[in-house]
Nanobody, 121 residues
């Protein structure tokens, strides 16, 4: 049984930082591309960042220079360091695992339950 468990969300003021973590189990972690998605109320879920098993990364333009995705293949974890947070970053953030290097939500096979990030102005 595959499990992805996120942690680290919360409430922060604009300009602040948060670090999200995702612990994976039940899958061959090194074979999966891992990603962070987010969904704000009324919006579609969007890919924020992804990372291959070899460490290649993608960050959506709106977070470049502020967010950094990383992974630890020995610990089966990924993280998302979020700096200079803005109110528009407020959303539920989801950890996901897939086998294709893609931006498409439907190509990710496994999902966590999500963690709320709220940025106050």
């Amino acid at each position: 049984q595959v499990r992805l468990v996120e942690s680290g969300g919360g409430l922060v003021q604009a300009g602040g930082s948060l670090r999200l973590s995702c612990a994976a189990s039940g899958l061959t972690f090194g074979s999966y591309i891992m990603g962070w998605f987010r969904q704000a109320p009324g919006n579609e879920r969007e890919l924020v960042a992804s990372i291959s098993s070899g460490g290649s990364t993608y960050h959506v333009n709106s977070v470049k220079g502020r967010f950094t995705i990383s992974r630890d293949n020995a610990k089966n974890t990924i993280s998302l360091q979020m700096n200079s947070l803005k109110p528009e970053d407020t959303a539920v953030y989801y950890c996901a695992a897939g086998r294709a290097w893609t931006l498409r939500e439907k190509d990710f096979n496994y999902w966590g339950q999500g963690t709320q990030v709220t940025v106050s102005s």
